[in-house]
């Protein structure tokens, strides 16, 4: 039987269940809040709360920490249908506030005492404080497990979120990434006696062809540092795009999550991007061309993204500043240059006016042709 990828969200509710009125009060009031925006008393409470819970976990027999804990719960729950494996993965996706940490720290090491393997995924600012932060954020988050869970899939790994506890708003968002990306959704109604729910993988078809034709507006909104203009994006959808209400444009947390899961077939199969600033020698085409692994010609793509948008706002002085690109010009081969796509791979280059000329790409066998 294959090992399992559980991904699951983890909320607080651990703490606050049951919790006192006033120490709720403080619960309630502080759950957006890192930890340094705490006042030293509301700090300690909350403390000795997940103190006291992990505590109830450890001396618990099942049920009673499927009681305590929803994420677990869903865990536990699934495990009835399919026994523990040790090879099991567990993803827990928490905010970096305080009480957010807290509980996914708890939920990691009741795990980890059961010999699993988890991974904390903590999102920088998954708060509901603020929308524009928030939304933000879920991009991060939608972009991340779009590039983490299929490299588990291709693993032979079964991914199932489970969706049993977290946080009604990102809940949402997880849903239709399951729906993409996960062999099965996992969820339990609130009731004590409630069963299991396990939801299949439905046989989504995603229509491309948008993207395709778009192919290098969207690697460029991808990078998340530049602006569509209402011009550029008229004939994208909406439900691809964030549109600061003057026509001006990013992607949408699913315009990204849609690109993210496309961009090995669009950017490793297709052809190379018609980039600002950038011009492709035949040399260049045929390296590219000939390549035959998709996932370093995909990060090729996006590095030429990345290439362009520094090229074009300050050439040359702007790639030297870069430390991922380590752009240099070569030892005695006039104005050539390279830069690093990835720890092998480099590309060769000469720049000329306003145009960064390509030459090759590959890796040392590209320095034995001028």
């Given at each position: 039987?294959?090992?399992?990828l559980?991904v ?7 703490l ?6 006033e120490?709720?009060?403080v619960l ?9 925006e ?8 909350i403390?000795l709360?997940?103190?006291?819970i ?30 523990l494996?040790r ?30 393997s988890?991974?904390?995924l ?5 708060s509901?404080?603020d ?10 988050l939608?972009k ?11 693993q032979?790994?079964?991914?199932v979120?489970?969706?049993v506890?977290?946080?009604?708003s990102?809940q949402g ?8 990306y996960?062999?099965e ?10 069963a299991?729910?396990?939801?299949p993988?439905?046989?989504?078809q995603?229509?491309?062809k948008?993207m ?22 008229s004939q994208?959808?909406?439900a691809f ?21 496309q ?19 035949r040399?260049?085409?045929h ?14 793509q996006e590095?030429?993204?990345k ?5 074009s ?11 991922g ?19 092998a791979?480099r590309?060769?280059c ?5 145009n960064l ?9 590209i320095?034995?042709?001028?």
């Amino acid at each position: 039987m294959a090992p399992t990828l559980f991904v699951s969200p983890v909320g607080t509710s651990l703490l606050t269940n049951a919790a006192p009125l006033e120490l709720s009060r403080v619960l309630r009031e502080t759950a957006n809040l890192k930890e340094g925006e705490i006042d030293s008393a509301s700090r300690q409470l909350i403390l000795l709360r997940a103190n006291e819970i992990e505590e109830k976990i450890r001396t618990s027999d099942v049920k009673g920490i499927c009681r305590l804990s929803a994420e677990l719960n869903g865990i536990y729950s699934y495990h009835e249908v399919k026994p523990l494996d040790r090879k099991d993965i567990h993803f827990l996706i928490a905010s970096d506030t305080f009480q957010g940490a807290l509980t996914a720290d708890i939920v990691r090491r009741h795990l980890e005492e059961k010999s699993a393997s988890v991974t904390i995924l903590q999102q920088s600012n998954l708060s509901t404080r603020d929308h524009n932060t928030f939304s933000s954020a879920i991009k991060e988050l939608l972009k991340s497990l779009a590039e983490i869970v299929p490299e588990y899939s291709e693993q032979g790994y079964k991914v199932v979120f489970n969706l049993v506890g977290g946080f009604k708003s990102v809940q949402g968002y997880l849903n239709t990434v399951g729906m993409l990306y996960a062999d099965e959704i996992i969820y339990i109604f609130e009731a004590e006696s409630s069963a299991l729910i396990r939801i299949p993988r439905l046989p989504l078809q995603v229509d491309n062809k948008v993207m395709k034709e778009n192919a290098s507006l969207f690697a460029r909104l991808a990078l998340g540092e530049y602006i569509a203009t209402a011009e550029e994006v008229s004939q994208i959808p909406e439900a691809f795009l964030d549109n600061d209400g003057t026509g001006a444009a990013t992607l949408s947390a699913w315009g990204l999550l849609l690109w993210t899961q496309q961009k090995k077939e669009i950017l490793g199969k297709g052809p190379l991007l018609q980039l600002p600033g950038l011009r492709y020698e035949r040399s260049f085409l045929h390296d590219f061309e000939s390549w035959s692994n998709v996932a370093e010609k995909v990060t090729l793509q996006e590095t030429l993204v990345k290439v362009s948008r520094l090229w074009s706002e300050g050439g040359l002085a702007k790639l030297r500043q870069d430390g991922g690109l380590q752009y240099k010009t070569q030892n005695n081969r006039g104005n050539i240059g390279e830069f690093r796509v990835t720890q092998a791979l480099r590309v060769t280059c000469l720049p000329a006016g306003s145009n960064l000329f390509l030459r090759r790409f590959g890796g040392h066998e590209i320095y034995e042709s001028p």
